[in-house]
């Protein structure tokens, strides 16, 4: 019981990352059940005759006219539609977030590596759900997903065929993609809740990681967060329209809509089509288009893969280090304590260098809006982020690890001469001094915290 207690306590504003994305699949799992009642994947043509007028009469897909019929004619079916989309792009900021705070504090050493690679696998699964539900309502939007869906496969050497007739069947689009994506959709969400599951416990059996001097645990700080990421959800719905589906119209092979962009966590992939050369490698018969195949298949996979490998590697680099600094009690002791990032300049600044290059690529996806506000030809703008993604993240890793040597150095000397008062005192040979009040050391706050 105090280990279950302890789990459901929080002692800082960073810890609540976790629970917005948990409440958001909640929200996800409730409103996808709602949603499966009426939606249907089939891809077979049938003539719309609902209340739109604009549409009537035009040859549809089913899971097009479903989707219509859910959001304008099933009362409260746009809400949940509207309130789904929203929990997505919610769930996703969270475990970005939750990942970014991790990594900064150092919340991923032993015993949490497990959880660690939970919430990178719960990044990756969450972007790949993101996508197969953009693709299910077949209109247009989600037509120009497919369109890069198929690039994306074609691009992969070996077995892209393989995952072209798999997913499209005998040709583009065929009619089976919708299904397919249903059913991967499905299957995302369950991996995805057993992941979730399985943080929950080990967050009871482990409890939670604390900072060194951290605030009284707050222990209805859960259903708090409960009520608050619901409403906030539900207010994005109400009052924010998203996928508006009826607007953008059946999705046709041959057409694509103006101005479509993806979902904000696919934005770095966008950007890296847009920014990357031209290149191509033959080999033999075969031509591999590098162009398509490293932004969108080797740029994520090492993305991920140096996520997921980076506490082991962080151990082995510093084992002998922390083998002859510290001793095995020490470091059993310390372990629930959190990093703070100005303490680790290094790792801060990876992560620093690593936003950099990921807000770079976000950006370039805008390249030809920039170029149209600023008056500049999208052929400037996009060699300009060619050399930005490669400089950027150099300057960062260079700038954050100055700025906290520097607060190391001013924490240095508020230990050493203590805390600035604004308290004036007089001296008895008549001079005026400030009084400085004294610092605790960090070992006497981490007993008392």
């Not at 909640?26 to 996808?32: E, H, I, N, S």
């Not at 998203?242 to 092979?253: E, N, Q, R, T, V």
């Amino acid at each position: 019981m105090p280990a279950i207690r302890r789990s459901f306590q929080f002692s800082h504003w960073s810890f609540m990352f976790a629970e917005i994305a948990v409440w958001s699949f909640v929200v996800l799992l409730v409103t996808g059940a709602m949603l499966m009642f009426f939606y249907d994947p089939g891809m077979t043509q049938v003539t719309y005759d609902g209340s739109y007028a604009p549409l009537r009469g035009l040859l549809v897909s089913q899971a097009f006219d479903s989707t219509m019929h859910l959001s304008l004619e099933v009362r409260g079916g746009l809400l949940i539609r509207q309130l789904h989309h929203w929990a997505a792009l919610v769930f996703v900021a969270a475990v970005v977030l939750q990942l970014l705070r991790m990594f900064l504090t150092g919340a991923f050493r032993r015993p949490r590596i497990r959880q660690w690679l939970i919430w990178v696998a719960l990044l990756a699964l969450g972007m790949f759900a993101g996508e197969t539900g953009n693709a299910l309502p077949d209109d247009m939007l989600s037509g120009g997903s497919l369109w890069l869906m198929m690039s994306v496969v074609q691009s992969i050497p070996v077995a892209g065929a393989w995952l072209m007739s798999l997913l499209f069947g005998s040709g583009f689009p065929g009619d089976t993609v919708i299904p397919v994506m249903y059913g991967a959709h499905l299957l995302l969400a369950a991996l995805m809740a057993a992941l979730l599951l399985t943080r929950e416990l080990l967050v009871r059996r482990h409890g939670h990681s604390r900072f060194v001097a951290s605030l009284p645990a707050r222990r209805r700080a859960r259903p708090l967060m409960a009520a608050a990421t619901v409403g906030m959800l539900i207010i994005l719905a109400f009052g924010f329209q998203i996928a508006p589906i009826w607007l953008y119209g059946p999705a046709k092979p041959t057409q694509i809509s103006a101005g479509s962009v993806p979902d904000w966590y696919m934005g770095f992939l966008d950007g890296a089509l847009r920014i990357m050369p031209g290149w191509e490698l033959t080999l033999g018969n075969h031509t591999l288009s590098l162009a398509v195949l490293v932004p969108t298949v080797v740029i994520p996979g090492i993305f991920f893969t140096a996520l997921a490998a980076y506490p082991s590697a962080e151990r082995f680099f510093l084992a002998r280090r922390d083998a002859s600094n510290r001793t095995r009690s020490a470091r059993r002791t310390a372990r629930d304590l959190l990093d703070r990032p100005r303490d680790t300049p290094v790792k801060t600044a990876i992560a620093a260098a690593g936003i950099t290059f990921y807000g770079l690529l976000w950006a370039a996806a805008a390249n030809d809006q920039i170029a149209h506000q600023f008056q500049l030809t999208v052929n400037a703008v996009t060699i300009f982020f060619r050399y930005a993604v490669l400089i950027g993240p150099v300057v960062a890793f260079v700038i954050t690890r100055w700025i906290c040597l520097a607060l190391q150095h001013s924490d240095r000397d508020v230990a050493e001469h203590g805390r600035e008062t604004g308290i004036i005192t007089r001296s008895p040979d008549g001079g005026f001094h400030e009084r400085m009040a004294p610092v605790r050391p960090e070992r006497e706050l981490s007993r008392s915290a």
